[in-house]
């Protein structure tokens, strides 16, 4: 027996975990039983509800008030299970730490960034205020956050989604804890820091021998980080193993569906499942963007001077019937700002956007109103992005209700209850409300209403981001099949590339607001030339352990970058940076036709 074996760090014997509410107890957790070894990676994967998150919020004694747990969990040898608070405060950060699935309700809404993370290193590892600052800085920089010490003295609202997840990774590792237990910890990342977060834990993991349970839904992150895997379904473990075994010879149907359902960048095609349907060259143009411009001026608060973020600085597109445009890039790069500039959400500072051969840039309200029924939007969050209030098939006849008020109440409910049935929907939940819904049935819903007045031109803004595996394919081929039936045109935007490669024709990369190149998806995926584009594709995770952990990944150096410096969008041309007042204009990289539909911004070898 290896020393791993012999000295588990965490030990569940037969826990179970139950909710006491109005319908009666509801069991979450049904006998689990497992151990993680020191210096080991359990990988946790299961389909949302299937129990992962409260076994360990179990483990933790973070469970709801009407939440009990029975059983026997053990931390180095001791019990811990529905320990007293005052005893379980003390074991929480010093010996057990916690990576939570949603950063913003985890952090603390009022205390600025560096406190949060000081604040258990000096009551764990008794650190004075100055030291644990500085270690709070020094975290903060490793999970590369850009300008870390100005970070300190910000608060939670104040960062984007995914700086905030990777200040709890920060927080979570600080006091280097005995167990880490990560719950989606780079569900909000983008793949480059995704793959950083997931070094990092695996050196912490290596170099302090602490244990690491891994909850995901996202089986690359498995393939490159797990030693064991755990399946999840229905409150219970459904097998366990080595991860090469889950992988190569899964034991049960629900495992191989799971892997089944994954995309990947390390095959072409879609395993059998709808494919983009071929978009003939002289298809017409359904939306024109010309040097696109999107500039803040942002003042006040932390920013002694005026301070100008270029979001999107001077792009082109070309979208045509029929044809999906696949848009990738970092946060920060300008994805959605573009999308929304295309719909005219909001203003842009210069270029022009034509709908249908009409241009947009200087449309009046009236205009604006004719065309928008041709522009769609599906948003990430569904059930955000839903009325509460409103009934699902008032949510999804609200645009028939607005563009078409010649349709009776009858007619609009008809033609809602036909666009239910066509994305999946059954019929008869269309008075159900959003909450009584699922989340892969409220990305329906979100569908349905964009698809029902059959416009021209839908934005798909990480429309599939936040759903399980199997759902995220179900709407993908959904979506495909849509596309297919109605001809319209689709900008599909999305951090997961793996995704935007079974859905698009074409992609397009954006940088710091600027085009690193664009292609068809077959080239891009086949042949990408940018080095930024390269770093993107070496950094997403292929679903299988022994190809995953032989790749070479692509890295890039220097100072990470900020969106308030303009010199940042300039990092692949290091040998024309200007310097100093007498520098001149910012100067602009070009895009250079290397092939036929493949362009490329100019860099110099990094």
Same mark, same amino acid.
């Given at each position: 027996?290896?020393?791993?074996?012999?000295?588990?760090?965490?030990?569940?014997?037969?826990?179970?975990?139950?909710?006491?509410?109005?319908?009666?107890? $509801?069991?979450?957790?049904?006998?689990?039983?497992?151990?993680?070894?020191?210096?080991?990676?359990?990988?946790?994967?299961?389909?949302?509800? *299937?129990? !992962? *998150?409260?076994?360990?919020?179990?483990?933790?004694?973070?469970?709801?008030?009407?939440?009990?747990?029975? #059983?026997?969990?053990?931390?180095?040898?001791?019990?811990?299970?529905?320990?007293?608070?005052?005893?379980?405060?003390?074991?929480?950060?010093?010996?057990? =730490?916690?990576?939570?699935?949603?950063?913003?309700?985890?952090?603390?809404?009022?205390?600025? &960034?560096?406190?949060?993370?000081?604040?258990?290193?000096?009551?764990?590892? =008794?650190?004075?205020?100055?030291?644990?600052?500085?270690?709070?800085?020094?975290?903060?920089?490793?999970?590369?956050?850009?300008?870390?010490?100005?970070?300190?003295?910000?608060?939670?609202?104040?960062?984007?989604?995914?700086?905030?997840?990777?200040?709890?990774?920060?927080?979570?590792?600080?006091?280097?804890?005995?167990?880490?237990?990560?719950?989606?910890?780079?569900?909000?990342?983008?793949?480059?820091?995704?793959?950083?977060?997931?070094?990092?834990?695996?050196?912490?993991?290596?170099?302090?021998?602490?244990?690491?349970?891994? $909850?995901?839904?996202?089986?690359?992150?498995?393939?490159?980080?797990?030693?064991?895997?755990? /399946?999840?379904?229905?409150?219970?473990?459904?097998?366990?193993?080595?991860?090469?075994?889950?992988?190569?010879?899964?034991?049960?149907?629900?495992?191989?569906?799971?892997?089944?359902?994954?995309?990947?960048?390390?095959?072409?095609?879609?395993?059998?499942?709808?494919?983009?349907?071929?978009?003939?060259?002289?298809?017409?143009?359904?939306?024109?963007? !010309?040097?696109?411009?999107?500039?803040?001026?942002?003042?006040?608060?932390?920013?002694?001077?005026?301070?100008?973020?270029?979001?999107?600085?001077?792009?082109?597109?070309? /979208?045509?019937? #029929?044809?999906?445009?696949?848009?990738?890039?970092?946060?920060?790069?300008?994805?959605?700002?573009?999308?929304?500039?295309?719909?005219?959400?909001?203003?842009?500072?210069?270029?022009?956007? *034509?709908?249908?051969?009409?241009?947009? +840039?200087?449309?009046?309200?009236?205009?604006?109103?004719?065309?928008?029924?041709?522009?769609?939007?599906?948003?990430?969050?569904?059930?955000?992005?839903?009325?509460?209030?409103?009934?699902?098939?008032?949510?999804?006849?609200?645009?028939?209700?607005?563009?078409?008020?010649?349709?009776?109440?009858?007619?609009?409910?008809?033609?809602?209850?036909?666009?239910?049935?066509?994305? #999946?929907?059954?019929?008869?939940?269309?008075?159900?409300?959003?909450?009584?819904? +699922? #989340?892969?049935?409220?990305?329906?819903?979100?569908?349905?209403?964009?698809?029902?007045?059959?416009?021209?031109?839908?934005?798909?803004?990480?429309?599939?981001?936040?759903?399980?595996?199997? $759902?995220?394919?179900? &709407?993908?081929?959904?979506?495909?099949?849509?596309?297919?039936?109605?001809?319209?045109?689709?900008?599909?935007?999305?951090?997961?590339?793996?995704?935007?490669?079974?859905?698009?024709?074409?992609?397009?990369?954006?940088?710091?607001?600027?085009?690193?190149?664009?292609?068809? +998806?077959?080239?891009?995926?086949?042949?990408?030339?940018?080095?930024?584009?390269?770093?993107?594709?070496?950094?997403?995770?292929?679903?299988?352990?022994?190809?995953?952990?032989?790749?070479?990944?692509? !890295?890039?150096?220097?100072?990470?970058?900020?969106?308030?410096?303009?010199?940042?969008?300039?990092?692949?041309?290091?040998?024309?940076?200007?310097?100093?007042?007498?520098?001149?204009?910012?100067?602009?990289?070009?895009?250079?036709?290397?092939?036929?539909?493949?362009?490329?911004?100019?860099?110099?070898?990094?």
């Amino acid at each position: 027996m290896s020393d791993k074996a012999a000295s588990p760090i965490l030990q569940i014997t037969d826990l179970r975990v139950a909710f006491d509410t109005y319908d009666g107890a $509801i069991e979450a957790v049904r006998g689990v039983s497992l151990s993680v070894a020191k210096g080991e990676c359990l990988g946790v994967v299961g389909e949302s509800g *299937s129990g !992962k *998150s409260q076994t360990f919020m179990a483990v933790m004694g973070l469970l709801a008030r009407n939440g009990r747990a029975s #059983g026997s969990v053990k931390l180095d040898g001791r019990e811990i299970l529905n320990l007293p608070a005052a005893e379980m405060n003390r074991v929480r950060g010093d010996a057990m =730490g916690m990576i939570f699935q949603d950063p913003l309700t985890a952090l603390t809404p009022h205390m600025k &960034i560096g406190e949060q993370i000081a604040e258990p290193v000096r009551a764990h590892l =008794g650190l004075s205020h100055q030291a644990a600052r500085a270690r709070a800085k020094q975290w903060l920089e490793r999970v590369r956050i850009p300008d870390a010490g100005r970070r300190l003295d910000q608060y939670p609202h104040e960062l984007s989604g995914g700086m905030r997840q990777r200040v709890m990774i920060a927080a979570a590792l600080a006091c280097e804890p005995l167990l880490l237990i990560a719950d989606e910890p780079t569900t909000a990342l983008d793949v480059t820091v995704q793959a950083d977060m997931l070094d990092l834990m695996a050196e912490l993991k290596d170099e302090t021998g602490a244990g690491l349970v891994l $909850i995901t839904h996202d089986m690359g992150v498995i393939a490159r980080l797990a030693d064991r895997v755990s /399946v999840m379904r229905h409150g219970q473990y459904l097998e366990e193993g080595p991860v090469d075994a889950i992988f190569a010879e899964p034991k049960t149907a629900y495992t191989r569906e799971l892997l089944d359902a994954i995309p990947r960048l390390d095959r072409a095609g879609r395993g059998g499942r709808p494919e983009p349907a071929p978009v003939p060259a002289e298809s017409p143009i359904v939306v024109e963007g !010309k040097d696109l411009k999107v500039w803040f001026e942002l003042s006040g608060g932390l920013f002694a001077k005026p301070k100008q973020l270029r979001a999107v600085d001077g792009v082109d597109l070309i /979208v045509r019937k #029929g044809e999906t445009l696949g848009v990738v890039g970092e946060s920060g790069s300008g994805k959605s700002t573009l999308a929304r500039a295309v719909l005219k959400l909001i203003p842009k500072t210069s270029g022009s956007v *034509s709908l249908l051969g009409r241009d947009l +840039s200087e449309a009046d309200k009236a205009a604006m109103r004719a065309s928008r029924k041709d522009l769609q939007i599906v948003f990430q969050d569904p059930l955000a992005s839903l009325d509460p209030r409103q009934t699902i098939g008032e949510s999804i006849a609200e645009p028939l209700r607005v563009f078409k008020p010649e349709l009776t109440r009858d007619q609009r409910q008809t033609l809602a209850m036909e666009m239910m049935a066509r994305v #999946g929907l059954d019929p008869n939940l269309l008075n159900r409300y959003p909450h009584e819904l +699922s #989340g892969g049935q409220n990305q329906r819903v979100g569908i349905a209403r964009a698809m029902i007045l059959k416009p021209a031109l839908v934005i798909c803004d990480e429309a599939v981001s936040a759903l399980d595996v199997s $759902i995220r394919a179900q &709407i993908v081929d959904l979506l495909i099949e849509l596309q297919r039936d109605l001809g319209l045109a689709m900008i599909f935007i999305s951090h997961d590339l793996a995704v935007v490669r079974e859905v698009s024709h074409r992609v397009m990369v954006l940088y710091m607001g600027r085009v690193m190149e664009e292609a068809s +998806s077959e080239t891009l995926y086949g042949g990408a030339r940018h080095p930024y584009t390269q770093a993107l594709l070496s950094a997403a995770p292929i679903p299988d352990p022994v190809r995953e952990r032989k790749r070479k990944r692509v !890295k890039l150096t220097g100072e990470t970058p900020s969106p308030l410096d303009p010199l940042t969008a300039l990092r692949f041309l290091p040998s024309r940076l200007p310097s100093g007042p007498q520098a001149g204009p910012l100067y602009v990289p070009q895009l250079r036709e290397v092939a036929s539909g493949h362009r490329v911004s100019e860099f110099d070898p990094i």
